[in-house]
């Protein structure tokens, strides 16, 4: 509720009051970091330029996302991400931030993966960390497509300690992974949970990293095992990291949406009213990928005297009602607040360029009481 008055403040106020812009900054400040962000995220360079050049979204985000949009997910439970069938409230796409390494042993390639767990907040228990490579490839020749007999031979190593640089760079090196996978165009990805390990890589200087070898063979046309970043044909790696993570203050068992629709009610008395919350004249439209506003809704109207039942007051607000109509100079009536609030997906890039999905509570007002 507090988060959905501050951006009724931000949006409006600022425009309509006029806000200083300090106030202004203050105020967007404490509302993102209700939101479990420093500050506003600004989507890398890759992300300034035309909508194209951006990181794109998943496209299993993009279904998770309409799925939570659909209004029985809504009623659903929220601090459960079904697609993984484990507790959490928000989903990471980690970007991998290693660098291609020098080229390994023999005609191996070898790349460094980096990623980052310190986004995720103290207060948030990871459930879930899947990484998922694919190998972007291409074939050259249809042959190669028919026999499908391009395939690579993988290694992946957890690094468990920093090495010199001279130092024997199998040493600090723990195998994870060994695989075989064919390359075909549109091939699903490797994926391998990583949850215990990206749970330590959360301790700051703790991170080193993962290395992975691919190693080309079983070309068989003449081809043969050439270093694949000098093969025309060699696939693209792209890592990513799946973290599905519970923010658990913000999650709360809730009751199931009320199917009654507001009663016909002279339009002076309390009531939830259309407010819809366009993220554009917030400015916000840079880094919120989805939705691009949202109906929030806000509580307005009287609250008079007798309190009907279908103002959901409580019995002290039924006798302030009363006491208000005795006295009215010396006690004012209840208020007309929000009794029921409903959540939002909200799927946005973080400050680190992650694409991210998270269900924010409190965002919507359902209904509205005298209290
Ligand atoms: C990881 O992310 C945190 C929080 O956004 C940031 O402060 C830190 O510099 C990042 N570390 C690296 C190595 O990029
Ligand atoms: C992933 O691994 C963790 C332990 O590292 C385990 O508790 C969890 O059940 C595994 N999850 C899946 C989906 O296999
Ligand atoms: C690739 O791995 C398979 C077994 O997984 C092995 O039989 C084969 O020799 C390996 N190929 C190369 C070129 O290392
Ligand atoms: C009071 O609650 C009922 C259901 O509990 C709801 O139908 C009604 O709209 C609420 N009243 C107001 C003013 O929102």
Known sequence: MAAVLLLLSLGFLAVHAGLPAEELRSRERIFLSSMGLSERP???????????????????????????????????????VAEYGVPGNIIRFVQDQGQMASPGIGSS???????????????????????????????????????????????????????????DPLAGRRLLLT??????????????????LAESWRKPGRNYGLVLEALPFGTGDGVGARPLDEDPAAPQIRASLVAVSLNPQQCRSRQRRSTVRVPVLPSNVCKARRLYIDFKEVGWQGWIIAPQGYMANYCHGECPFPLSESLNGTNHAILQTLVHSLDPRGTPPPCCVPVRLAPISMLYYDNNDNVVLRHYQDMVVDECGCR
């Open 42 to 80: 600004r989507p890398g360079p890759r992300a300034a330029g035309s909508r194209g050049a951006r990181r794109l979204v998943p496209a299993e985000l993009w279904r998770m996302f309409r799925r939570s949009e659909s209004s029985e997910a809504r009623d659903g439970d929220s601090c459960t």
């Open 179 to 196: 695989r075989s996978v064919r390359l075909l165009p549109d091939a699903p990805p490797l994926t391998l949970n990583l949850t215990a």
């Open 109 to 167: 390639q070898t790349k460094r993966l980096f990623f980052n767990m310190s986004v995720l907040q103290p207060v948030e228990q990871l459930s879930l960390a899947q990484l998922e490579i694919r190998f972007l490839w291409k074939p050259l020749r249809s042959s190669e497509l028919l026999k499908g007999s391009r395939a690579v031979n993988v290694s992946l190593y957890g690094v468990v300690r920093a090495t010199l640089r001279e130092a």
